[in-house]
């Protein structure tokens, strides 16, 4: 019984904590990819770059959620102690693995690609 209500306790802190991060950011412009590869091919003027920019922060945002989504879940199958025999328990605790690294690496290079239009917009303000 001890160890339901400890696995209901993380998952609900998991999910506050998820709830919570997603609140505290900006909302971002739903771009189409065929808009933003259109947006991409052609921007020239400084609101053009920064709403690619603001894309890719967007972009980088949900990466970073994904990944502590998976943390949480990586977290919640350590603690159930009635996987620690499960043959399956250490391929699906990789797995959950696999993608904090892939989301965490994603979130940073979509970062830098904010990054790189946000210069982009303020070179297209000085031309």
């Known amino acids: 019984m001890k160890r339901i209500f400890a696995i209901s306790s993380l998952i609900a802190v998991l999910f506050a904590t998820t709830l919570a991060f997603a609140k505290t950011q900006p909302k971002s412009e739903k771009i189409g990819k065929e808009q933003l590869n259109t947006l991409i091919a052609t921007a020239k003027t400084p609101a053009e770059h920064q709403r690619i920019a603001n894309y890719y922060q967007g972009q980088a945002q949900d990466y970073r959620a994904q990944a502590q989504e998976h943390e949480g879940m990586v977290a919640a199958y350590k603690a159930n102690s009635s996987l620690s025999t499960d043959k399956n328990r250490t391929s699906t605790i990789g797995h959950c693995e696999y993608f ?24 297209a303000a000085h031309k």
Not at 103 to 121: C, G, I, N, T
């Open 100 to 123: 904090v690294k892939t989301f965490k690496d994603m979130a940073v290079e979509s970062q830098e690609l904010a990054r790189l239009h946000e210069e982009m917009a303020k070179n």
